[in-house]
């Protein structure tokens, strides 16, 4: 896995620390990891609903 270069051998012992401190555990580790970006901003009303959006579809990920 690509996001196998953050998270994988001795040198990325930080970063898999900075990991657990977000709340990932080890399972997590196993699993690719998937950013979701998207241009939701509160002052622009057509964007309101795209927080809710990503939020879903980060659950359905993780899931």
Known sequence: MR????KKGH???PHRSL????GLVDE?????????ANSYIEIIPGHFFLDR???????????
């Open 11 to 13: 040198q990325r012992t």
């Open 28 to 36: 997590d580790f196993e699993k690719p990891f998937i950013g979701v």
């Open 19 to 22: 990991f657990r401190a977000t």
């Open 53 to 63: 959006v990503s939020r879903i579809i980060k659950e359905e990920i993780k899931a």
């Open 3 to 6: 996001s196998d270069e953050v």
